[in-house]
């Protein structure tokens, strides 16, 4: 199974919204909505800002949000901000294997 | 707060094999909530997950690595281990180790880069 596919590169404003897709097949969602997505600043360790599609942990804005439809995960920064500006990676849960993204690199214009 | 760390050789052969361990603290490898993992980022690259296991020793491999790659748990140690064989440069990355539950990775080591030389 490959990656799922994610644009390679979004851009934005400051104060604008951009939106992250993340695709694949059923295989690489199993029915489940276990999409998660992370933040990676270069030469650092990622980290989890959405779980179970649009769940944030402890800590992470509100301005993330995710959604989901199908084989096709959404990944949403609203009233973008500089410090945004980094790698997003999708991450799928098929029941017995996990799947990431191929990465999007956010550019705050 | 639970922390991860790995260690090993950061210089190996090709052909030969890349061994890692993370070490947990703050935490029980031994927990029934959690699973634990290796994912990998290759230089300028994305990230691939490798493998999970469970303190019960259940593994889950990723299918285009499956046949290089052991994980294993020690929990008498809190500490749980990679081992990819046959190692060529396209396996030069940095290795993280990450606690896991249902794919979600919320926990992370702060990664170690292995270079596979000729």
């Known amino acids: 199974q490959s990656a799922l596919t994610q644009p390679r590169s979004v851009s934005g404003s400051p104060g604008q919204s951009v939106t992250i897709s993340c695709t694949g097949t059923?295989?690489?969602?199993?029915?489940?909505?276990?999409v998660s997505w992370y933040q990676q600043y270069p030469g650092k360790v990622p980290k989890l800002i959405l779980f179970?599609?649009?769940k944030r942990p402890s800590g992470v804005p509100d301005r993330f949000s995710g959604s989901k439809s199908g084989n096709t995960a959404s990944l949403t920064i609203s009233g973008l901000q500089t410090e945004d500006e980094a790698d997003y990676y999708c991450?799928?849960?098929?029941?017995?294997?996990?799947?990431f993204g191929s990465g999007t690199k956010l550019t705050v214009l | 707060q639970v922390q991860l760390r790995e260690s090993g050789p950061g210089l190996v052969k090709s052909s030969e094999s890349l061994s890692l361990t993370c070490s947990v603290s703050?935490?029980?490898?031994?927990?029934?909530?959690?699973?634990w993992g290796w994912i990998r980022q290759p230089p300028g690259e994305g990230l691939e997950w490798i493998a999970t296991?469970?303190?019960?020793?259940?593994?889950f491999y990723n299918p285009s690595l499956k046949s290089r790659v052991t994980i294993s748990v020690d929990t008498s140690k809190n500490q749980f281990s990679l081992r990819l064989s046959s190692v060529t440069a396209a396996d030069t990355a940095v290795y993280f180790c990450?606690?896991?539950?249902?794919?979600?990775?919320?926990?992370w080591g702060q990664g170690a880069l292995v270079i596979v030389s000729s």
């Open positions: 990450a606690r896991q539950r249902r794919g979600i990775s919320d926990y």
């Open positions: 703050g935490g029980y490898i031994s927990s029934d909530s959690y699973f």
């Open positions: 296991t469970f303190n019960t020793g259940n593994t």
């Open positions: 059923s295989s690489h969602f199993g029915g489940y909505d276990y």
């Open positions: 179970d599609v649009s």
């Open positions: 991450c799928s849960y098929g029941g017995s294997y996990t799947f």
